[in-house]
């Protein structure tokens, strides 16, 4: 009788603790009174500044894709090409689009990209392009653009042909 009154008991703390990791998978954070234990080690600041945070970085990669393939058609393409237009209509898109809500779009190279002093992750599908934009702009010796004001088309043409020509530092 006792052994069974001690598995009861064995098993009644074994389904409490399923319940709390289930709790702690679903919203990925565990609570222990003063602490908060977060998934990565990452901490987390208000909703509003977290989602503003990773819908930058969502936007950001996404900017770094597109800038990655309209150097890539601009170096084969006239600016006139259908193929180039439409790129560039995409990348003006989206440019402005951090503009508008950020007030300026700053693109940095160190070790990684930065979009307005936010590190950028790349995924998988994403390694290419951030690879292309950190050796080029290395190579070319280019620390970062920032633009303070949106974007039209001859701006963003003369941009793209004009990281185009300017040529590999000593």
């Known amino acids: 009788m006792r052994a069974i009154g001690n598995l009861e008991k064995q098993s009644g703390e074994v389904s409490s603790r399923r319940k709390e990791v289930k709790n702690t998978t679903e919203s990925g954070e565990e609570s222990n009174g003063n602490s908060r234990i977060e998934r990565r080690g990452e901490r987390r600041d208000s909703p509003q500044i977290n989602n503003l945070k990773w819908g930058t970085i969502r ?49 940095k190279i160190l070790s990684d990209i930065f979009l307005n002093d936010q590190r950028l992750r790349y995924s998988v599908e994403g390694f290419t392009s951030f690879k292309y934009l950190l050796t080029q702009w290395k190579k070319k010796r280019i620390g970062g653009v920032t633009f303070k004001r949106a974007l039209d088309e001859g701006m963003l043409q003369e941009f793209v042909y004009t990281m185009n020509r300017l040529r590999r530092a000593g």
């Open 59 to 107: 936007t950001g990669n996404s900017l770094v894709k597109k800038l990655h393939v309209l150097m890539r058609v601009s170096q084969i393409y006239d600016a006139n090409n259908v193929t180039f237009q439409r790129f560039m209509h995409e990348n003006l898109e989206a440019m402005n689009a951090i503009m508008e809500r950020e007030r300026k779009l700053s693109l």
